[in-house]
């Protein structure tokens, strides 16, 4: 385990203990310093429109609380796997051209980037299309299935960490 895993492993609350006598790489950070992101963590989130992501797309929309905080969930669980995520509310050209996968919250959306992208670039793409974010939230089975399709298209995106080349 390196620096990097403890410190992942320390954000979820998890201590990590060895036994007496065995060198320990390094110190996990205390639970105090885990809000500030050091250097050697991997990218979070990025901003809507971010250049040169390619990564995940997710087209949503956050104005409602409960659509923001799905959102801002799907984000976590992608820095969590190392996937590069950036949100958009809508289709935009830039952010389609560096996604290598999208999730569309809501048909119209989806749509919307397809009309947007040419069938070569749609079959390079990884898609999922669910229902709006806000109404999303409330239904524990269609969360279910979006955590599903999620892992789906992570797997070929998922950068290894250090010593996780399986």
């Given amino acids: 385990m390196d620096e990097h895993d403890l410190h992942r492993l320390a954000e979820i609350g998890i201590d990590v203990y060895v036994p007496r006598g065995a060198s320990r790489p390094a110190q996990a950070a205390p639970p105090d310093a885990v ?3 050091s250097a050697a963590s991997p990218p979070a989130a990025g901003a809507a429109g971010q250049p040169g ?13 409960r659509g923001a905080a799905l959102l801002g ?8 796997a190392r996937v590069a995520c950036t949100r958009a509310a809508v289709a935009e050209e830039a952010a389609l051209a ?12 989806a749509r919307a980037a397809g009309a947007a992208l040419s069938a ?8 999922v299309v669910t229902v709006e974010a ?5 239904d524990a089975r269609a969360k279910r299935a979006l955590w599903s399709e999620l ?7 998922r ?8």
Avoid: M, Y
């Avoid at 992501?53 to 609380?65: E, I, Q, T, W």
């Avoid at 969930?73 to 969590?80: E, G, N, T, W």
């Avoid at 070569?120 to 898609?127: F, I, K, T």
């Fill in 134 to 138: 806000a109404a999303l939230a409330g």
């Fill in 120 to 127: 070569q670039r749609q079959r390079e793409l990884g898609w």
């Fill in 73 to 80: 969930a799907v984000a976590r669980a992608l820095a969590f």
């Fill in 53 to 65: 992501a390619g990564g995940v797309l997710l087209l949503g929309d956050a104005s409602s609380a």
């Fill in 151 to 157: 892992k789906r298209i992570v797997r070929p995106l």
């Fill in 159 to 166: 950068r290894p960490a250090r010593g996780d080349e399986r």
């Fill in 98 to 109: 560096d996604a290598r996968a999208l999730v569309a919250f809501g048909e119209a959306r």
């Fill in 35 to 37: 809000a500030a992101p």
